[in-house]
């Protein structure tokens, strides 16, 4: 990540990695996506979504975040993802609506 980011350990084995990055990082690793996902944003997709770390890379107006699921063996890869789409789904409403300068 070429941003500010920060790391959470939650319930059930999943470790969340929370991080702003650029247009730039966001556009070079779209060649890296497993799935393109269109439900939250205006551009988003998954790399890895079956594996025990999950990347989701999401950009909407003129932001863009990459959230890093890592799972242990328990968690179901289908959770792991939607956790990953929901935290980026809040972190860019949140930039959105308070305009948060880009960095």
Same mark, same amino acid.
């Given at each position: 990540?070429?941003?500010?980011s920060c790391m959470y350990v ?11 990055? @650029? @247009? &730039?990082?966001?556009? @070079? /690793? ?5 799935? %393109? !996902?269109?439900?939250?944003?205006d551009q988003a997709f998954a ?9 989701? !890379?999401?950009? /909407?107006?003129? %932001? ?7 799972? @242990?063996?328990? &968690? ?19 930039? &959105? ?7």
């Open positions: 990540m070429d941003g500010m939650g319930a059930e084995g999943i470790i969340v990695s929370v991080g702003l990055i @650029s @247009s &730039v990082t966001f556009q @070079s /690793r779209k060649s890296d996506s497993g799935i %393109y !996902l269109d439900d939250f944003a790399i890895r979504p079956n594996s025990l770390d999950t990347l989701v !890379l999401a950009h /909407r107006e003129d %932001y863009s975040v990459a959230i890093m699921t890592t799972r @242990s063996g328990d &968690v179901l890869a289908d959770k792991s993802l939607q956790v990953a789409m929901l935290l980026a789904d809040s972190v860019l409403e949140r930039l &959105v609506q308070l305009r948060i300068p880009r960095t």
